[in-house]
């Protein structure tokens, strides 16, 4: 800038033919070439799609399907997306496989950190869920997110919790949660199950699911019927794997229009 | 003999420092503390500091290092609140402040804090009352006192320490006062001017009580006979020399005590 300004020589550094111009003060932009190899998450690889969290009286379930998806390919169909954290808590993830990989290692390490504490003290459902939408927030605020949606549930002081966390950031809890397709689909059938019977049975609540994971499986097209369940209850955490769902294509060959 | 003697000097910095107690009941934990002032011109300095709303801690020692030590425990409650939206259990919070003591007592050119801290504080395994040192190491106490003549205090705290898991708040209250009374000397009482109090409990966030809050309180046990009575007026005489060193050990009763002015309140 110097140079421009305090010298009387107008004629340098000029437009050149076929060159873009570099007008003062400009700003330097980097390529993606200059950049090297990608070191933001810029678009997902493997794929989880919907996960469902439902409260019932005493405790919560989380259900994902068991699969993982490389853009429209259904490639991996034998993935567990959801994960007991301890006793009180479990969490389920949709989103790209690899960040929940990173997050599942990062939160299993912890909780063994504090099992060496030996203190008396755990993870609880909300100090959890509390914990990973500070971590997911702020990496979404240095453009470097973890590409996924965490369904964190479980049971604390004796009533049942569930959260929703978003690669933005964005976290709310609620009786009934739904990430992806199921935020559309499921989501209406849990509330209506849950308004209707808000202390519902274990059983209830695993009918329920399961009729949400085939409606899902009808209309999701990145959708499998082979799922997994969490549940979290005052006596512990356990995962039922796997479940398959009855369906019934009967009036497939009605549907016209998609050849 | 593998004393480290900075450490020791520092630990008696917290042996010069006014005496605080601190005692649990089931449900509640308190500290009391007896107020210094420096001169007649300056004011009683504070003991009692809050860290968060269910944490306290009262000092001994250093004022300077007990500031900076009580920074870094409100730094800590508040990062665990905005990172767990749950308060930071008490053990977790002096075990942080062990770690951070230790450090000096090893590193070139450091020195020790001189500072000792009784913890009093409520979390979701109930009250805690926790000593810690100098020398880094802390303590979960069933009750504790520390400070200038805190041996008298510690004797009536152990005769009584049956009763405090059952106390109401004020029969521990009024404990705690008793037991900062054992460690005056004779002719001095505690009045609202030189005596604070610090509570925590299962519905009460952390409350100090200066002034004339601790009137209250101080009226519940007056009257009431001292183990270490005033002796009668030729005494009082050899009372009041300051400055010139202190006893080691704590005096019977009946021996003139001395004061001991300086930079530990």
């Known amino acids: 800038m110097e140079a421009t300004f305090g010298s009387t020589e107008f004629w340098r550094n000029g437009p050149q033919p076929g060159a873009l111009y570099k007008?003062?003060?400009?700003v330097n932009t980097t390529q993606a070439s200059q950049i090297g190899a990608a070191k933001r998450t810029l678009a997902p690889t493997v794929t989880g799609t919907s996960v469902l969290g439902l409260c019932f009286d005493g405790g919560v379930i989380i259900a994902a399907d068991m699969l993982g998806s490389?853009?429209?390919?259904?490639?991996?169909?034998?993935?567990?997306?959801?994960?007991?954290?301890?006793?009180?808590?479990?969490?389920?993830?949709?989103?790209?496989?690899?960040?929940?990989?990173?997050?599942?290692?990062?939160?299993?390490?912890?909780?063994?950190?504090?099992?060496?504490?030996?203190?008396?003290?755990?993870?609880?459902?909300k100090s959890l869920f509390s914990w990973m939408t500070r971590v997911l927030y702020n990496r979404r605020s240095n453009f470097n997110p973890l590409w996924n949606t965490f369904i964190v549930g479980g049971v604390q002081d004796g009533e049942p919790f569930l959260g929703y966390i978003d690669k933005i950031g964005v976290a709310y809890n609620d009786?009934?949660?739904?990430?992806?397709?199921?935020?559309?689909?499921?989501?209406?059938?849990?509330?209506?199950?849950?308004?209707?019977?808000?202390?519902?049975?274990?059983?209830?609540?695993?009918?329920?699911?399961?009729?949400?994971?085939?409606?899902?499986?009808?209309?999701?097209?990145?959708?499998?019927?082979?799922?997994?369940?969490?549940?979290?209850?005052?006596d512990g955490t356990m995962i039922k794997s796997p479940i398959v769902s009855e369906t019934n294509w009967e009036v497939a060959h009605m549907i016209k229009g998609y050849e | 003999q593998g004393r480290i003697h900075q450490i020791e000097y520092a630990m008696e910095a917290v042996k010069q420092g006014s005496a605080t107690v601190g005692l649990k009941s089931k449900s509640h934990a308190i500290l009391v503390a007896l107020k210094r002032a420096s001169s007649e011109l300056a004011a009683h300095q504070k003991k009692i500091i809050p860290i968060d709303d269910h944490i306290?801690?009262?000092?001994?020692?250093?004022?300077?290092?007990?500031?900076?030590l009580s920074n870094f425990m409100r730094s800590e409650c508040l990062n665990s609140r905005y990172a767990y939206d749950s308060p930071l259990p008490v053990s977790r919070l002096v075990s942080a402040v062990g770690n951070k003591s230790q450090i000096p007592t090893q590193?070139?050119?450091?020195?020790?804090?001189?500072?000792?801290?009784?913890?009093?504080?409520?979390?979701?395994?109930?009250?805690?009352?926790?000593?810690?040192?100098?020398?880094a190491n802390y303590y979960d106490c069933k009750a504790?006192?520390?400070?200038?003549?805190?041996?008298?205090?510690?004797?009536?705290?152990?005769?009584?320490?049956?009763?405090?898991?059952?106390?109401?708040?004020?029969?521990?209250?009024?404990?705690?006062?008793?037991?900062?009374?054992?460690?005056?000397?004779?002719?001095?009482?505690?009045?609202?001017?030189?005596?604070?109090?610090?509570?925590v409990g299962k519905d009460m966030e952390f409350t100090i009580y200066d002034d004339d809050d601790v009137q209250k309180y101080l009226a519940m046990i007056e009257g009431e006979e001292r183990s270490r009575a005033a002796p009668p007026a030729d005494q009082a005489a050899m009372d009041t020399q300051e400055g010139e060193g202190q006893q080691p050990a704590d005096p019977q009763p009946a021996d003139p005590a001395v004061e001991e002015q300086g930079m530990e309140h």
């Not at chain 1, 007008?23 to 400009?26: D, E, M, N, R, Y």
């Not at chain 1, 990062?106 to 609880?124: A, H, K, P, S």
């Not at chain 1, 009918?207 to 999701?220: F, G, H, S």
């Not at chain 2, 009784?118 to 009250?127: F, K, S, T």
């Open chain 1, 23 to 26: 007008f003062p003060g400009h």
């Open chain 1, 70 to 125: 490389y853009g429209a390919l259904a490639r991996y169909r034998n993935l567990s997306r959801v994960m007991k954290v301890n006793d009180s808590a479990a969490i389920g993830i949709s989103g790209d496989y690899a960040d929940y990989q990173f997050m599942k290692s990062v939160i299993e390490q912890r909780v063994i950190d504090e099992e060496c504490l030996n203190d008396g003290f755990q993870y609880t459902p």
């Open chain 1, 175 to 234: 009786p009934t949660i739904a990430s992806g397709y199921g935020a559309y689909i499921a989501a209406p059938l849990l509330r209506d199950a849950f308004e209707a019977n808000p202390k519902m049975s274990l059983a209830e609540a695993e009918k329920k699911i399961d009729e949400c994971m085939k409606v899902l499986y009808y209309r999701d097209a990145r959708s499998l019927n082979k799922y997994e369940v969490a549940i979290v209850t005052k």
């Open chain 2, 56 to 68: 306290g801690v009262s000092i001994a020692g250093l004022t300077a290092d007990a500031r900076l």
């Open chain 2, 107 to 135: 590193r070139y050119g450091r020195r020790p804090f001189g500072v000792g801290l009784l913890v009093a504080g409520y979390d979701d395994q109930g009250p805690h009352i926790y000593q810690t040192c100098p020398s």
């Open chain 2, 144 to 199: 504790m006192a520390i400070g200038a003549r805190s041996q008298s205090a510690r004797t009536y705290v152990e005769k009584h320490l049956d009763k405090f898991l059952e106390c109401s708040l004020d029969e521990l209250i009024k404990h705690g006062l008793r037991a900062l009374r054992e460690t005056l000397p004779q002719e001095v009482e505690l009045t609202t001017k030189n005596c604070s109090l610090g509570i």
